[in-house]
């Protein structure tokens, strides 16, 4: 179904589904029934949990998957999705001008609402027409390259209700599926139900309360193809004074990036990453310096909340496969990091951030309100790790000595974060 038809043709019963039994066997204690919603022409897996049971607050819900080819992956998802399914939900498929098979597959399923496009527009555009196409209280933007797990929509909706967010991610694992899922989400969750990361959210997998559209708008489609346009919404959202947070009330498997990689190999689309980071940076005004700093923050915090969460759950929300070992947290939205993999926020790399910091140009960021004040005694180079007979790393440039006292000062202010 194109989106026009989607947006002239919404009377119930022409596109009815046929209810097809989607029970599945992971939990034999939940009943499945199969629902069909008279206005709209999807179909939807409730479940009723047995009594005693905790409740997902009653609420609607729309699951918006982009997709351009990688048709196993999308089939995966969408398999996981009704055997996971505990919440009414209607579900968007968004697809992007795939040429593998994606399109017959997805017009031979009844339980999905279709938006074709004839070429590949991008996650923006394409989330933009998900979001567009229903009118739920709740929109879930989801990747093809996921595999869901029981009570995952739950998890989001009761954390969502319970800690006053407005926009929410699971936790998830990234990587290779080399661990049993549902056993382990069921674990995972049972012990970590009680995380979150507040102020996080993440690009592969979060539900937006839909007054948050109403008050800041849909995704930015001047961000090509994919990357930065998830970042970009969730600062809109920080700044308007949304509640974003990552709960470890859900989890979720992410293989990682599949289709970004395999357009990347194609070459076909030109330099979209770069293009999408400059814009990014040109529309939020950031500097060097505020990056340097921006990204230390996030290591920091990450390193913060993944200390925090194995001691108290024994897990930590973000974990990644990668390159033959666990990493047991990720700093930031995309770089990895953790106990011994590179990235990691440790003292012994406090020196090197300071200077990095202090030799960065500074003052095209700060020229009006250029760094005042220095040190007695030694240099801040010389007491954070350089040597007397050294010069300062922008020793050249004027007012080094503020300059760099004021970088060292910042970074050392993040480090206690």
């Known amino acids: 179904m194109t989106e026009s038809q989607i947006e002239e043709s919404q009377l119930p019963g022409e596109c009815a589904p046929q209810a097809r039994s989607q029970t599945g066997s992971f939990n034999p204690a939940l009943e499945t029934v199969l629902v069909e919603d008279a206005k709209r022409p999807a179909l939807y897996v409730a479940i009723r949990e047995p009594e005693g049971k905790s409740r997902a607050p009653a609420a609607s819900v729309e699951i918006v998957i982009p997709v351009f080819n990688q048709l196993a992956y999308t089939q995966g998802c969408l398999e996981s999705l009704r055997r996971s399914a505990g919440v009414a939900a209607r579900i968007v498929v968004v697809n992007n001008g795939s040429s593998d098979g994606?399109?017959?597959y997805?017009?031979?399923?009844s339980g999905v609402d279709v938006i074709h496009n004839s070429e590949n527009r991008g996650c923006a555009a394409a989330w933009n027409q998900g979001v567009r196409a229903g009118t739920a209280d709740w929109v879930v933007v989801l990747n093809n390259d996921v595999l869901l797990t029981p009570g995952w929509l739950e998890g989001l909706l009761m954390s969502a209700e319970a800690e006053g967010l407005d926009v929410v991610t699971p936790a998830m694992r990234e990587g290779l599926l080399n661990y049993e899922l549902e056993p382990y989400a069921r674990e995972f969750v049972?012990?970590?139900a009680g995380a979150i990361r507040p102020d996080v959210a993440d690009g592969v997998c979060f539900m937006v309360r839909r007054r948050v559209f109403e008050v800041i708008g849909l995704f930015d489609e001047n961000f090509r193809i994919g990357v930065f346009e998830d970042t970009d919404f969730f600062e809109r959202a920080r700044q308007?004074?949304?509640?974003?947070?990552?709960?470890?009330?859900?989890?979720?498997?992410?293989?990682?990036?599949?289709?970004?990689?395999?357009?990347?190999?194609?070459?076909?689309?030109?330099?979209?990453?770069?293009e999408?980071?400059?814009?990014?940076?040109?529309?939020?005004q950031l500097n060097q310096i505020q990056r340097w700093i921006n990204r230390f923050k996030r290591k920091a915090h990450a390193a913060r909340w993944s200390a925090v969460e194995r001691r108290k759950f024994g897990h930590t929300l973000r974990e990644c496969w990668r390159r033959g070992r666990l990493v047991i947290f990720k700093g930031g939205k995309r770089g990895g990091s953790g106990t011994g993999v590179k990235g990691a926020v440790l003292p012994d790399r406090l020196p090197e951030i300071y200077r990095r910091c202090?030799?960065?140009?500074?003052?095209?960021?700060?020229?009006?309100?250029?760094?005042?004040?220095?040190?007695?005694?030694?240099?801040?180079?010389?007491r954070h790790g350089g040597s007397a007979g050294k010069k300062s790393p922008c020793a050249a440039s004027p007012h080094v000595g503020a300059r760099f006292q004021r970088a060292a000062n910042i970074a050392q202010a993040l480090a206690s974060l």
Request: proline share 3%; with cysteine.
């Open 276 to 284: 999408n980071r400059v814009y990014f940076r040109r529309k939020w």
């Open 106 to 109: 997805l017009d031979a399923d």
């Open 358 to 382: 202090a030799a960065l140009d500074t003052h095209r960021a700060l020229d009006k309100n250029p760094f005042a004040g220095g040190a007695g005694g030694l240099s801040g180079f010389q």
């Open 102 to 104: 994606t399109a017959e």
């Open 190 to 192: 049972k012990a970590a």
């Open 240 to 274: 308007a004074g949304f509640k974003l947070g990552t709960t470890g009330r859900s989890f979720i498997h992410h293989f990682g990036s599949v289709t970004q990689k395999s357009i990347r190999q194609s070459k076909t689309c030109g330099p979209y990453e770069e």
